[in-house]
């Protein structure tokens, strides 16, 4: 079945650090591939996506590429801010019928300033 | 516009009793699918609905159903409460169940549920 493993958390950064958040997936074809945010107390928020292969999702400083070969879509930021702390979910979607999302289990951030 | 709204916001139950659930999508939105999200883990896929129809169904018992209505606003039931259930129900709504313009799921804030 389609699975996201996500970097174990928490992780701690100082304002202005660069980010990494590893995910690698499984899934049978060719997913779209997608990381949400949730603030404390919220619900998520799509950050960014990517639909293929090769494809590069970005929004508010943050990337990810969608790696086919390494079945990856890590997420980057050059330089967090303290208001970059939330939860980061990284999430699958197949084709076919329906778009049902498979998360990870997510990675919290934690900015410091 | 209005986001994805849910109702209630907290809701504490005892174990055994029944709960309802509901969400309103986002206008022009025809889809909804349910999600739970328990402390500390991602969400999981509970059910989708499209055009009033169930289109897919997670790996949850008999005791959760929902239904959407005409103007595509949706409820969750669970019958039967277990300790288990204590969770973030999360409702998302997106412009149809299939197809690169319609993967896009925008999330509501959610429903905590907690049974004691």
């Known amino acids: 079945g389609n699975s996201v493993t996500q970097m174990e958390g928490p992780v701690t950064l100082s304002e202005e650090a660069f980010l990494t958040i590893n995910c690698t997936y499984t899934?049978?074809?060719?997913?779209?591939l997608f990381w949400y945010v949730q603030y404390p107390g919220e619900g998520l928020q799509l950050l960014l996506k990517?639909?293929?292969?090769?494809d590069k999702g970005s929004n508010k400083g943050f990337e990810a590429t969608y790696r086919k070969e390494t079945t990856s879509f890590h997420l980057e930021k050059g330089s967090v801010q303290v208001s970059d702390s939330a939860v980061y979910f990284c999430?699958?979607?197949?084709?076919?019928?329906?778009?049902?999302?498979?998360f990870g289990k997510g990675t919290l951030l934690t900015v410091n300033p | 516009d209005a986001g994805v709204t849910q109702s209630p916001t907290h809701l504490i139950k005892t174990r055994g009793q029944q709960v309802t659930l509901r969400c309103s999508p986002i206008?022009?939105?025809?889809?909804v699918s349910w999600y739970q999200q328990v402390l500390g883990q991602g969400p999981q896929f509970i059910f989708q609905?499209?055009?009033?129809?169930?289109?897919g169904r997670g790996n949850f018992p008999d005791r959760f159903s929902a239904r959407q209505f005409p103007n595509y606003s949706s409820e969750l039931n669970v019958n039967a409460l277990l300790l288990g259930d204590s969770a973030l129900y999360l409702c998302?709504?997106?412009?149809?169940?299939?197809?690169?313009?319609?993967?896009?799921?925008?999330f509501g804030p959610g429903t905590r549920l907690t049974v004691t």
């Open positions: 206008s022009g939105h025809k889809s």
């Open positions: 990517a639909t293929k292969a090769d």
């Open positions: 609905y499209y055009e009033k129809e169930e289109r």
């Open positions: 999430a699958l979607a197949r084709g076919g019928s329906n778009y049902k999302l498979t």
């Open positions: 899934a049978t074809g060719y997913p779209s």
């Open positions: 998302a709504s997106s412009l149809g169940p299939s197809g690169p313009r319609m993967i896009e799921q925008y």
